[in-house]
């Protein structure tokens, strides 16, 4: 764990864990309304989780370079969570006209 500092470990915690909470609260938020195209967007927002799941797993373990993939993993990941979210944003612009 020396790759990064506490206060950097701290940050990199507390937003996987707000992204979390964030999912969650979309879904409830649109669970309330009786909309659930929310839904999608809380869906959407998984592989980014995803994402900084494997960022953060990467730099626990020091960064080798046996752990490579996680790298691949995180871009692909990034890549398809902004284009499903964008696609779910656009859904809900959609629906609201």
Do not use: Y
């Not at 707000?18 to 609260?25: C, K, R, S, V, Y």
């Not at 790298?71 to 499903?84: D, E, F, M, P, R």
């Amino acid at each position: 764990m020396h790759a990064l500092s506490l206060p950097t470990w701290w940050i990199h915690v507390a937003s996987v864990l707000e992204w979390g909470l964030a999912m969650l609260a979309i879904q409830a938020w649109g669970q309330r309304r009786g909309e659930p195209e929310w839904n999608w967007l809380a869906l959407a927002m998984l592989p980014a989780l995803v994402s900084a799941m494997a960022a953060c797993t990467w730099h626990l373990f020091d960064n080798p370079i046996e752990l490579k993939g996680l790298v691949v993993l995180q871009a692909a990941c990034t890549a398809a969570g902004n284009t499903a979210m964008a696609g779910a944003a656009w859904n809900l612009a959609r629906r609201a006209r």
